[in-house]
């Protein structure tokens, strides 16, 4: 598998997925602008977004299974590489801007806020005692764990928009 054409065929994908990465770090830091009358709005806001944005993701490392098969050439195993290398990039920047925000709020810059991401929601709930840099620490080490599961799975949704796409050589 050449690396120049897995870019190629992930590139609308990563900038999509960047799209949104961008939208949710909005969404997350918006309330910091906003009064506390309107931070249980923001907060509905904030979970039907994410809930929107599973299937959202969904569909476009489907989509992009799909378009590797038909505009590169891949067959399905190469498909499924496309998309999570794609799903990979797209994680890796969240997972950074996350991490940058979780110490921005750690050392108090951002003000008293409570920033939550996928990540830090995790790493309350199964480590609850931890605060500070400890609860950043495995926060970080929950964000790799998504990581790594969301790379398998979106490894399997490409295949299967490839197989779909006419990849099955």
Partial sequence: MDLKKVISASSISIGAGLLLVLLTV???LFPLLLPDSLQEI???VNLAFFILKI???FGLFFWTGFRA?????????GAGGVAAFAYFVCAL???F??????LLVSVNILGPVAFKSME??????VFSSTAGPTGILFSLL???GIMVIGVLLNFAVGAVGALIGGGSR
């Fill in 93 to 95: 920047v969240e997972l």
């Fill in 42 to 44: 923001m907060s509905i």
């Fill in 69 to 77: 098969v038909k505009k590169f050439g891949f067959d399905a195993v």
């Fill in 142 to 144: 929950c964000g790799i």
């Fill in 26 to 28: 909005i969404l997350l």
């Fill in 120 to 125: 830090t929601t995790i790493a309350a709930t």
């Fill in 55 to 57: 299937p959202i993701f």
């Fill in 97 to 102: 801007v996350n991490f940058i925000l979780s």
